[in-house]
């Protein structure tokens, strides 16, 4: 891998020259991590005019939660175990001689701004902006592959609990169980917080699980994922518990199925992304469900849950191949429940079969 990191440092690197800065500091730390092959907290990365440093407070362990560093890297300890990296980074950067440095102001305080100007004065300042998220869109043959770990882990956890018996059961110990299989099956942990939601809480998108209980015909909505690696999946589905569906939850998860299949045959290399969801959203309209939907059907995923692209009516941009997203539309009635249906798959051409669905459990109303 150190191949691999080195050359993406290099890419960022010829960004940085060519916007005229000798030096850069990257402090987000999924970016950090994307760059260097970990991200300890706290840690920064210089790219400097002679030498490449990863600043840290504290040694890094290789723990899969935070990875391990490029061994072609030289590791840098911050002298004091509270020190800031990056204005640690920027001194360093100003005693090799570089007279610009291009910063990260999206995740820079005010505060962190000012130490930089202050502990080198010399320093221009210049805005990376955000160059090595657009690096990180497009997601090489290893990144996929973790990627599809991490949907496979999910899909193990999901389909585990499927077999258990839910009623009486409530939404938060049903997500601290999943949380529990996904470790057990081999993820770093949850790419985030799980969602379970039952009755009156399904459907909801951002749902936090609470002690209701599950109940016989209530719909139950799970929105779960693994990071294995750092890379995150992300899978949701819905299902009626413990009897024969009544007409209101088939209709209404027929439309919702219609409105993810839709969006998921929308994805194609050049593909805009207000067109994806349009696609999806599209289907909702059309049954009268225009107010309530979630701002976006989709978003990418990597090193975290929430990237680029998003699929959202207001978003510019194409799809290019090798991009991981997510689609995930969704209705919630207020009183009654809701269906969403998620998925993760990889933006493939034609030639190549298409989208990629990475989370394969099925999609079929079950009444568990």
Not at 216 to 221: R, V
Not at 244 to 249: E, G, H, K, L, R
Request: glycine share 10%; charged share 25%; with cysteine.
């Amino acid at each position: 891998m150190s191949e691999v990191y080195a050359a993406r440092r290099a890419r960022l690197r010829d960004q940085c020259t060519a916007g005229g800065s000798a030096a850069a500091v990257v402090s987000r730390p999924a970016n950090v991590r994307y760059l260097a092959g970990a991200a300890p907290r706290g840690s920064a990365l210089l790219l400097g005019p002679r030498l490449d440093l990863l600043l840290c407070r504290s040694l890094p362990t290789g723990e899969p939660d935070e990875g391990r560093p490029d061994e072609s890297l030289q590791v840098h300890m911050l002298a004091a175990a509270g020190g800031d990296a990056a204005v640690a980074a920027a001194d360093l950067a100003a005693g090799q001689g570089a007279d610009s440095l291009a910063v990260e102001e999206h995740h820079l305080t005010v505060a962190r701004h000012r130490a930089l100007t202050s502990v080198a004065p010399r320093l221009r300042l210049a805005d990376l902006g955000c160059a090595v998220e657009q690096l990180r869109l497009v997601k090489d043959d290893e990144e996929i592959s973790c990627l599809r770990i991490a949907a496979e882990i999910a899909d193990q956890a999901l389909g585990e609990l499927l077999e258990s018996i839910l009623v009486g059961r409530t939404e938060r110990h049903l997500a601290l169980e999943l949380e529990r299989r996904l470790v057990d099956h081999g993820a770093d942990g949850p790419a985030f917080p799980t969602s379970v939601g039952t009755g009156v809480n399904s459907g909801r998108g951002t749902h936090r699980p609470t002690d209701r209980r599950v109940e016989e015909g209530d719909f139950l909505s799970v929105c779960l994922g693994a990071a294995y690696r750092g890379y995150r999946s992300e899978i949701g589905r819905t299902f009626v518990i413990g009897t024969t569906p009544a007409d209101w939850q088939i209709e209404l998860y027929d439309l919702v199925f219609a409105a993810q299949r839709a969006g998921r045959e929308a994805l194609a290399p050049g593909a805009e992304y207000r067109e994806v969801d349009r696609a999806a959203r599209s289907v909702l309209d059309a049954a009268g469900y225009t107010d309530g939907l979630t701002p976006l059907t989709g978003h990418g995923v990597g090193l975290e849950n929430y990237e680029d692209p998003q699929l959202a009516p207001g978003a510019m941009g194409k799809l290019d191949a090798c991009v991981p997203v997510t689609v995930e539309p969704g209705v919630h009635l207020p009183g009654r429940g809701g269906v969403r249906i998620d998925d993760t798959l990889v933006v493939r051409p034609e030639a190549d079969g298409g989208p990629e669905l990475l989370t394969i459990t099925t999609k079929e109303l079950l009444a568990l």
